[in-house]
């Protein structure tokens, strides 16, 4: 079994068979981190460049690590420190990079599609590291990955994914992920914060909280940004507390043995209170340690990939 | 217009004219650049015609012969983004694609919104490939805010005024726009889309743009700013004419009002009855970003419905050029807008009258008489002792759309690599011959 695609653009597509094949890999790659010596030689002479047009903590920190510790060289790039602020344009930015022989790219960026762009102007292997709204693939494989290693399966669990469904790449990438592998999917938001046409993306949408969580298995809880409250789509932070945020009274809708999971950053107090985040059930720290695990099994996957095996 | 004296015949062609009729075969005779006979074959004219040397002698035979194609909506770009496209250029690609003449839209830098403007744009088109009629603008600077000086537009050659880009935001302004542009007789074309709807919106909003993470243009915008304008031009008079309808609801709102007898006129572009917005999650190809965006099949089958049933009266290009580098680039990021001049008629052809949607007359006549009488230009027909605009088209002829052909100084299509039907053979322009397919 091989990846079909030599770039990991997204998880709408991806088959379960390709799925199962990086959680597995991420598996042995959990093992290492784990070790007291954390490094392989897998991508020695490998040089990955991580590119990030979009200020990100963990997900650069983890695709770092996770290149660090495969011995790749790497480089990064940030938006702020760099000719793109002169004005280059992204093309041209990475062309000129890969004029230094890059091998690989990891890609972040706000503008959906943009990981597209680069697969046409450049021969690197690419890898998102979130697009836009689009799709943020390696976390929502870190997030069935963790899912994976509670319950040793993904089939047949309940999974909800509560908060700013409609500018939430994490929730896009889970759904394709989550339902490739059999989960079953509800989304809840308020109606505004939902996309247009939702019922089409084939999962079950609620705007009840209660509802949505009554007899789930694990609620991913999205982040609330302050300035969606700004462009008028909820009233409040407080409303949204009251009508949307996890708490522990709401837990006991859900099934025993359920699992507490956000991508971060948190606002504590609004989508997610305190107990409930540093709950026995939370697994939002594990999530962060799994990631690197899942970084290193994609760039694994994909290096080398040319054109042909396609 | 060239000085220099043409004569030519064009023989045997089936002549597709919206007065003359369908398919009769004729000779036409051309002579100081105007039509000075058209009849059937007969022994005389045949001996009239091998009488002329051989390169006075078009040979149509097999071929249509319709009145000089019209493009009520195209972009330019001079002055301001002339490394787009000139007025030079944007006619060679209409001559290329059949049109002999072209609307300009005002929305260059600076704007069309005064005489100046309006001489300078049409001091360029003197020598060029195709006639050009400018469209002045609604509002100085296109702004929405204060009206342009729209009687010197007029009395400079503007033939409609337009915000295009833009819709007139305030309705109070509109209302005036409408009232006072109905003092000259020429029609106020609107971009209608509201701009608070589709704020920063870059595609269709729709389970695509939802699938894509693309922020949407919703329907409702379109046809919230239809229904608008249409009402006030109900209420205070006027004529309106709403540029590239992409969706079934602003058909429906056309449809009605013309119903109503209110003095509403349309158009569709090529790519609003070819292509929905399911292409645009392929490869966020951003030659698929346009104004208003890529809609669902459902509205392109409304929008074909309106044109056979007459509620669309003119397909139109929207010729947008944009550089290569502007549109290499991330999908939000790109100006939005494709080039179309040189594949509208294929389009036609091989989406509307190869699906027998529409008869060549039905197509001839909203890509050159509709267009004419809504503007009040000439043309539009084939007529003895008018202007020798005709183009000849080689109604079957395959052929792919190839980057490296076009004429355009863009090359900003998303219908590169398509095979299209109907080709231009010949595009006559005052009696001379601007292009030879």
Partial sequence: MKLKSRHLLGLEGLAAEEITLILDTAESFREI???????????????????????????????????????????????????????????????????????????????????????????SNIINAGDGRHEHPTQALLDLFTIRRKYKKLKGLRVVLVGDVKHSRVVRSNIWGLKA???????????????????????????????????????????????????????????????????????????????????GPMNRGIEITSEVADGKSSVILEQVTNGQAIRMAVLYLLSGKKEETE | M???????????????????????????????????????????????????????????????????????????????REDKETVTTGCQAAAAGGFTSVCCMPNTSP????????????????????????????????????????????????????????????????RRALE????????????????????????????????????????????????????LCQFVGGRLHVAHVSTAGAVAAIREAKKEGIKVTAEVAPHHFSLT????GKEFNTNLRVNPPLRTQKDVEAVVEALVDGTIDCIASDHAPHSEE????????????????????GLVKTRLIDKGYLSWGDAVRKMTYNPARILGLPGGKLEVGAAADITVIDPDKKWTVRKEKFRSKSKNSPFIGWKLSAKVAYTILGGRVVYKG
């Fill in chain 1, 33 to 123: 981190i784990e070790r007291p010596i954390k490094k392989v030689p897998t991508l020695r002479g490998v040089t990955i460049l991580n590119l990030f047009y979009e200020p990100s903590t963990r997900t650069r920190i983890s695709f770092e690590l996770a290149e660090k510790r495969l011995s790749a060289d790497t480089i990064s790039f940030s938006k702020s420190m760099s000719s793109v602020k002169k004005g280059e344009s992204l093309k041209d930015t990475v062309r000129n990079i890969e004029a230094l022989k890059i091998n690989m790219i990891v890609i972040r960026h706000s503008s959906s599609g943009a990981p597209y762009l680069l697969t046409r102007c450049t021969d």
């Fill in chain 1, 181 to 263: 592998m059999g989960a079953s999917v509800a989304l809840c938001a308020p109606s505004t914060l939902l996309p247009y046409e939702v019922d089409k993306f084939g999962v079950d949408v609620y705007t009840n909280v209660e509802e949505a969580i009554d007899g789930a298995d694990v609620v991913n809880i999205m982040r609330i940004q302050l300035e969606r409250q700004q462009a008028g789509l909820f009233p409040s932070q407080r409303e949204y507390t009251n009508l949307f945020g996890i708490t522990k009274e709401r837990l006991k809708l859900l099934n025993k043995n359920f699992t507490i999971m956000h991508p």
């Fill in chain 2, 2 to 80: 060239a000085k220099a004296k043409y004569d030519l015949v064009i023989k045997g062609g089936r002549v597709v004219d919206p007065e003359l009729g369908f398919g009769s075969e004729a000779y036409i005779f051309i002579a100081d650049g105007k039509i000075s006979e058209i009849s059937k074959e007969t022994a005389a004219i045949r001996k009239k015609v091998a009488a002329l040397p051989a390169e006075k002698v078009i040979d149509a035979t097999g071929k249509l012969v319709t009145p000089g194609l019209i493009d009520m909506h195209v972009h330019l770009r001079e002055p301001g």
């Fill in chain 2, 111 to 174: 704007a069309i919104d005064n005489q100046e403007a309006v001489k300078f744009v049409l001091s360029r088109a003197e020598y060029a490939d195709a006639r050009v009629y400018v469209i002045g603008a609604i509002t100085k600077g296109l702004k929405g805010e204060e009206l342009a000086e729209i009687g010197d537009l007029v009395k400079t050659g503007a033939v409609a005024i337009s915000d295009d880009g833009n819709y007139v935001q305030n309705p109070e302004i509109m």
């Fill in chain 2, 180 to 231: 006072y542009a109905g003092m000259f007789k020429i029609p106020i074309i609107t971009h209608a889309e509201d701009q608070y709807l589709c704020a920063d919106g870059v595609m269709n909003e729709s389970y695509e743009g939802s699938r894509l993470g693309l922020k949407g243009r919703p329907a409702v915008g379109e046809v919230i700013a239809v229904l608008r304008d249409i009402k």
């Fill in chain 2, 277 to 280: 917005d399911e292409e645009i």
């Fill in chain 2, 326 to 345: 502007e549109k290499d680039v991330e999908f939000d990021m790109a100006p939005p807008g494709m080039i179309g001049l040189e594949t509208t008629l």
